[in-house]
């Protein structure tokens, strides 16, 4: 099995090594009208690195061997890196947040299955234990609190709603009294009935007998010919195998073979652990002594040569340097010494080629000059993707794979337990490093004492580097903390008893329904902006929600989204997607909707205050989701006079302010949802929010699975014979959560159980349906002009515009030319 693994694993290097060959010819620079060739070259990329991501996190999450596994954690995080930032790209040079792959899918012989991204097993399976002690608490406090939210309800029932419900349980109870009675007459009914016909007609001994074959007889050929019908169906692939047994235990067998595996690299990575600890004790205590004696005498003999080259001894690189390293580094005494004299004479040649360089500097700052003016006359838009920050780490694992596990053959391991020798040689530099550090220490002082004797020197100031960067994003992150004295713990409990912290549905990404748009090409070829499909929706939401949370190497790798914003008609899934998120990466879930927040920490610093406390949980307890409902609120331009006791906009400066400070690795994530953006004010939420997820109603692809997914889900085989495709076609308009109301009200338990003798017909959703308001077309334009006066449907607006107008203008030249 585990050789399965090694190959998929080596096979998936060798697709990295041709991406990786790829990705420089990507950094240079292209002119706007070789546009599509770069968007095409990207969008292969971006395939590529989905593969990618999808074999290894198979092979992560089953291969058993320690050193290998850690070394696959990092490459897979580096690919979802890269995935992200190719996205991102992919965001610049399309101008929208869809992306039409269908092409490239084509020419790379691929389904569009591969476009789904992947999310990660190891976000549910390493869900660390804190984050699981979380969650059981956040259940406890939530149990504890259920009675006192029960009795209040109990407590809030008015004499009137007490008397509706004794007098409709007193009204069933003569109802069905009444019924029995009834039945009882009709049977009575019946019963005379078959005694006066039983009178009238009698049939002889032959005639009886052919009425029964006859039925018979007919009954039996139905049923053969329905059986017949059913093999046949079967052969040609059209009906799912009654014989589900057969293949349920083949699917639970897979199962048990992986769960196997899973527990078996639990006792792998134990074992790893114990030996880390060893390894590092007898290295130290075997290997120490001698590795320390080596460092001084070669420092010793730095010192000396220095000495006698420059007549001074060298100054010693500080800690923060790398101290020794720095000088010995990868290299062998030998060539320090030979740099030593190089430098020497280099320092002499320095001087004179200082002078001709100035000279050469004034020449080339007016070469510049001319240039850029060149360049400010042509202002031609061009496209490259920016340098990575991931791409070094995927190298390096690369490069680790070819040079230790490669060409290792499997024999040489046959339990999978973890290799000594390599394990040996990591903690040799670990160890080397620990002893260097101990040794800069003394030969620091040992360097001062020779200075003192030999060159009658008092101690030279040591020259620290200036910290610049370091000390300004200490300033930015040092806000004051309002609750110094709190613990987290006790924040976490306040917020989940005031109502700020909720308890999320349990759903995953894949329950959102949705099938991604097949022609997308050609509706941009036609000059028509193609809508998003459900299907980017949820790839989006795994992209910018799941993948940026789930992992914190991740997260401070990508490019960094604080927040998203999902538009959308009411009933499209926008909480649905929050709480998927929430599920898929064990995130916490605060409710910072402006219908929960009034009333709560009421006062003139009340907003601050519990903004600031959120964020703190948020931050300390990541991952985390802070969900803005009805958004809009939060950012309205004119507050309605009845919200107006709500105040609504409380927490708007405040909100801005904190997320803000959000860095990369704070896994905290905003996500807003709205219906009615139009009422917010444009620049305060496209400030605020980073991404703007657009869900309009969905297209016939995403209603037909919708209608035969959802119909599924309550009867298995209710959807057999029913014609989906024309429910699909009349509930054009509707929203997912009508489509999800209707079935609701068809498929009854009632409705369910009479499936076998009365199969289910699309004119029983129809009536239910027709009752419903769909989403009127003035809405839905609304909601679209809204989205293209955003700053990403401006540019996209404008850039079509302007490719219009150029290919017009090119046109008229040419028929010019003819003339
Ligand atoms: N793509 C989908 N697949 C499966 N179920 C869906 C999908 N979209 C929506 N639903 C279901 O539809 C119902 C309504 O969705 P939800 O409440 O999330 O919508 P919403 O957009 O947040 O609505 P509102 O704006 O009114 O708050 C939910 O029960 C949700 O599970």
Same mark, same amino acid.
Request: hydrophobic letters at 35%.
């Given at each position: ?347 002499? @040649? =320095?001087?004179?080629? /200082?002078?001709?360089? +100035?000279? &050469?500097?004034? %020449? ?5 000059? !001319?240039? *850029? ?92 580097? @200036? =910290?610049?960067?370091? /000390?300004?994003?200490? +300033?930015? &992150?040092?806000? %004051? ?5 709190? !613990?987290? *713990? ?330």
């Amino acid at each position: 099995m585990e050789r399965a693994y090694q190959r998929l694993w080596e096979a998936s290097h060798v697709t990295l090594e041709e991406v990786l060959e790829r990705e420089p010819s990507l950094l240079e620079p292209v002119p706007s009208r070789e546009r599509q060739s770069f968007q095409y070259r990207l969008s292969v990329l971006y395939l590529y690195y989905l593969g990618l991501l999808r074999r290894f996190d198979m092979a992560y999450d089953q291969m058993v061997q320690p050193q290998k596994r850690r070394l696959l954690r990092r490459l897979l995080d580096g690919v979802a890196g890269r995935v992200l930032e190719l996205k991102d790209e992919l965001v610049r040079v399309d101008l929208c947040e869809i992306h039409c792959l269908d092409r490239v899918l084509q020419d790379l012989k691929l389904t569009p299955a591969d476009l789904e991204v992947p999310i990660p097993r190891y976000f549910q399976l390493e869900q660390t234990s804190a984050m699981k002690a979380r969650q059981q608490m956040l259940a406890e406090i939530l149990a504890r609190l259920e009675p006192l939210i029960s009795q209040e309800n109990f407590r809030g029932m008015s004499r009137t709603e007490a008397l509706i419900l004794v007098q409709s349980a007193e009204r069933a109870r003569q109802g069905r009294l009444r019924a029995i009675f009834m039945r009882e007459i009709r049977k009575e009914e019946e019963r005379d009935r078959k005694n006066r016909e039983d009178g009238r007609q009698k049939f002889s001994q032959d005639q009886g007998a052919i009425v029964i074959q006859k039925v018979w007889k007919g009954y039996l050929q139905r049923k053969r010919f329905e059986q017949d019908r059913r093999a046949e169906m079967e052969f040609i692939g059209m009906l799912p195998s009654p014989n589900q047994t057969a293949h349920l235990n083949i699917l639970t067998q897979a199962f048990l073979g992986e769960e196997s595996r899973r527990i078996l690299q639990v006792e792998k990575e134990e074992e790893f652990q114990n030996a880390i600890g060893k390894t590092h004790d007898s290295l130290t205590e075997i290997e120490g002594p001698d590795m320390k004696e080596k460092m001084k005498d070669q420092i010793r003999q730095w010192f000396i040569e220095c000495h006698a080259l420059t007549g001074r001894f060298p100054d010693y690189p500080d800690e923060a340097s790398g101290g020794s390293y720095l000088i010995f580094a990868d290299k062998t005494p030998e060539q320090v010494r030979q740099e030593l004299e190089t430098q020497v004479q280099e320092n002499k @040649k =320095k001087e004179q080629e /200082k002078n001709r360089e +100035k000279e &050469r500097e004034t %020449k080339e700052k007016k070469k510049k000059k !001319t240039k *850029d003016e060149k360049a400010r006359k042509e202002p031609e838009v061009t496209f490259k993707v920016l340098p990575s920050k991931v791409i070094p780490v995927i190298n390096a694992g690369h490069e680790e794979f070819t040079s230790v596990w490669k060409c290792r053959s499997d024999s040489k391991h046959p339990s999978q337990n973890f290799d000594s020798e390599t394990l040996r040689e990591e903690k040799r530099k670990e160890v080397e490093l620990e002893i260097r550090a101990q040794v800069d220490e003394l030969m620091r002082q040992e360097l001062k004492n020779l200075r003192l004797a030999v060159d009658k020197e008092e101690g030279r100031p040591l020259k620290f580097p @200036k =910290k610049k960067a370091g /000390k300004k994003s200490g +300033k930015k &992150r040092k806000e %004051k903390d309002l609750t110094p004295d709190r !613990t987290v *713990d006790s924040l976490f409990e306040e917020l989940v008893v005031i109502g700020l912290i909720k308890k999320c549905m349990l759903v995953t990404l894949s329950d959102y329904i949705g099938d991604c748009l097949y022609l997308g090409s050609t509706l941009t070829l036609a000059n028509k902006m193609p809508m998003p499909s459900l299907f980017d929706i949820r790839q989006n939401m795994a992209l910018y929600g799941v993948l940026r949370l789930g992992s914190h190497d991740i997260h401070s790798m990508a490019p960094h989204v604080r927040s998203v914003l999902l538009v959308g008609p009411s009933g499209m899934g926008k909480k649905m997607l929050v709480h998927a998120v929430c599920t898929e990466t064990g995130a916490n879930l605060f409710d910072l909707s402006p219908d929960n927040v009034m009333g709560k920490y009421p006062g003139k610093n009340g907003a601050q205050l519990l903004v600031h406390i959120v964020f703190k949980v948020a931050r300390v307890l990541q991952p985390s989701v802070i969900w803005i409902g009805n958004t809009e609120k939060t950012f309205y331009k004119k507050v309605p006079k009845e919200e107006r006791p709500m105040d609504p906009k409380r927490i708007k400066k405040d909100l801005m302010k904190a997320a803000r400070l959000l860095s990369p690795g704070d896994r905290v994530m905003l996500i807003g949802t709205t219906d009615r953006p139009q009422l917010a004010e444009m620049k305060g939420l496209c400030r605020f929010y980073e991404r703007i997820l657009f869900i309009p109603r969905p297209d016939y692809a995403s209603r037909y699975v919708l209608w035969k997914r959802m119909i599924e889900k309550r009867g298995p085989q209710a959807a057999q014979s029913l014609d989906i495709s024309a429910l699909a076609r009349v509930s054009d308009g509707y929203t997912t959560g009508h489509i999800l109301q209707v079935i609701q009200s068809v498929l009854t338990e009632r409705r369910l159980l009479q499936l076998s003798k009365r199969p289910l017909v699309a004119s029983e959703f129809v009536g239910h349906l027709a009752r419903l308001d769909p989403i009127y077309r003035e809405e839905e334009e609304s909601l679209k002009d809204w989205y293209f006066k955003t700053p990403l449907g401006r540019k996209n607006i404008k850039f079509s515009k302007d490719q219009q107008e150029a290919e017009e203008t090119r046109l008229a030249k040419e028929k010019k030319k003819k003339k």
